[in-house]
């Protein structure tokens, strides 16, 4: 124990936070790009960290992306340089955060979906009442509780000296799949979920988290199950 302690120790230490001439420009390569990068909050009470290990992507033309319709007060951030947080509150209940991914003035957002938990496990715990590490930051709306993100970071630039920040790989990445995306009524069709491949905290059915080119037969044996 003491061991897994000194080495996450260690990573804090060597943890730098990206630059945003190394986020490319483009909400689809962007969401690629951030697959095992870090999102790190430093906090009063200490640093919560975790590997990013799903996103989807939310680009310009989307019907189903808050930037559809055009910049409002309410949406204002996605239309910043890319790498500022735009979180929103949805549901009624829940916060959830993208990282706006084009130019000055172009409406495009990644969605943060889940996260590896890393450091500051106690609290993140304490953050939203629960113990079960698995689901701990397992979709975006779990994912701000336990990192204790809300509209107070909003428009924040993740890139910049600050509280709430994207940080480099603390590990290489695993193998990188995608899928459509989780819980939207338009544009369902569309291939823009990212995640790393057998992560234990991604988040979705199982037959969703597989290749794309098993999707298909997968999703037909969960269907055939069902209605045995």
């Not at 080495?7 to 969401?31: C, F, H, I, K, Y």
């Not at 930037?67 to 949406?75: D, I, K, L, Q, S």
């Not at 939203?128 to 336990?146: E, I, M, N, S």
């Not at 990188?176 to 009524?185: C, D, H, L, Q």
Request: proline share 5%; glycine share 12%.
């Amino acid at each position: 124990m003491r061991g897994q302690d000194a080495q996450r120790d260690n990573r804090s230490r060597r943890l730098r936070r990206l630059r945003r001439d190394e986020l490319p420009v483009g909400t689809m390569e962007l969401a690629r790009y951030l697959i095992g990068k870090t999102l790190v909050h430093d906090t009063p009470l200490g640093r919560l960290s975790g590997r990013i290990v799903e996103t989807e992507a939310y680009p310009l033309g989307d019907a189903s992306a808050h930037a559809h319709r055009g910049e409002t007060p309410g949406n204002r951030s996605l239309f910043l340089e890319r790498g500022h947080a735009y979180v929103f509150f949805t549901y009624g209940s829940s916060f959830m955060m993208n990282v706006s991914a084009e130019t000055p003035g172009v409406g495009g957002g990644v969605l943060l979906r889940a996260l590896e938990p890393l450091e500051g496990v106690a609290q993140m715990q304490r953050n939203r009442g629960v113990t079960q590490l698995r689901d701990l930051t397992r979709g975006p709306g779990r994912l701000a509780a336990a990192m204790g993100i809300d509209r107070r970071y909003d428009g924040v630039d993740l890139c910049a000296d600050g509280p709430l920040w994207l940080g480099a790989a603390v590990r290489p990445a695993g193998a990188v799949s995608k899928s459509t995306r989780i819980g939207i009524t338009r544009e369902t069709h569309r291939v823009r979920r990212f995640y790393e491949s057998g992560n234990p905290f991604v988040s979705g059915p199982q037959w969703l988290n597989v290749p794309q080119h098993r999707h298909r037969n997968a999703r037909r044996r969960a269907s055939a199950a069902k209605n045995d």
